[in-house]
């Protein structure tokens, strides 16, 4: 789990073997909100 910064702040990574998730956790409303998955490929462009 890292932390994102800039136009993504707020949001959390996580890598799963070749993916990347972009999710952020709403404690508040027990909500966990998945922005994309994605390859490395298409996430660093």
Not at 14 to 33: A, F, K
């Amino acid at each position: 789990m890292k932390r994102l910064k800039g136009s993504l702040v707020g949001w959390l990574y996580y890598r799963i073997g070749d993916w990347r998730v972009v999710y952020r956790v709403d404690e508040t409303q027990q909500r966990l909100t998945v922005l994309f998955i994605a390859h490395p490929s298409e996430v660093y462009q």
